[in-house]
């Protein structure tokens, strides 16, 4: 497969993935609520840190990092 039709099918995917995002109310609803995230809330001010979140996101594209990039080894 030529990088062309790589980068263009990693483009439909961002795009269809940015559509899936604005249309659709409540589907990254899970992020900043999983267990680990921390969350201090004072009178004037407030802290959030998505620990857990960040690390799922992590895990997730480094998979898929690791496949695209396995597509080009082979070359």
Do not use: C, H
């Not at 899936?20 to 992020?31: D, I």
């Amino acid at each position: 497969m030529q990088r062309s039709t790589i980068l263009m099918w990693l483009g439909g995917g961002i795009l269809v993935l940015g559509v899936l995002l604005k249309y659709v109310p409540g589907l990254f609803s899970w992020f900043g609520n999983l267990p680990g995230d921390i969350r201090i809330e004072g009178e004037n001010s407030s802290v959030f840190i998505p620990i857990t979140s960040m690390i799922v996101i992590s895990v997730a594209a480094t998979v898929l990092f690791n496949l695209v990039g396995s597509m080009f080894r082979g070359r």
